[in-house]
Nanobody, 126 residues
Framework: QVQLVESGGGLVQAGGSLRLSCAASGRTFSTYVMAWFRQAPGKEREFVAAINWSGSSTYYADSVKGRFTISRDNAKSTVYLQMNSLKPEDTAVYYC???????????????????WGQGTQVTVSS
């Protein structure tokens, strides 16, 4: 089992920045693919970013490419999402997710992920 706890959400003005953290406990964190998803009110959960076990490969949704950066610190069992140039449409609950193995074709598919955090609210005001 892997337990995930997100933090770092909050209220920020458009153009501002936030850094989300996801602390993991349980089985070996460094072997897992980690990802961030988000869900806005009335919308389906959508992929934001993912990172492989070593941090050597990262993946982003087109809507956040160039503004968000995913990273991980395996020594601290933590994955981060640095969010810059935030827009009101980034407002959502952000979830951290983990899976032991997933092909690149499935990395954006929330159904492939086995473990989820409770979510952290990000609100961007205009």
């Amino acid at each position: 089992q892997v337990q995930l706890v997100e933090s770092g959400g909050g209220l920020v003005q458009a153009g501002g920045s936030l850094r989300l953290s996801c602390a993991a406990s349980g089985r070996t964190f460094s072997t897992y693919v980690m990802a961030w998803f988000r869900q806005a009110p009335g919308k389906e959960r959508e992929f934001v970013a993912a990172i492989n076990w070593s941090g050597s490969s990262t993946y982003y949704a087109d809507s956040v490419k160039g503004r968000f950066t995913i990273s991980r610190d395996n020594a601290k069992s933590t994955v981060y999402l640095q969010m810059n140039s935030l827009k009101p449409e980034d407002t959502a609950v952000y979830y951290c997710a983990a899976v032991y193995s997933v092909g690149e074709g499935g990395i954006e598919d929330s159904m492939k992920y086995d473990y989820w955090g409770q979510g952290t609210q990000v609100t961007v005001s205009s």
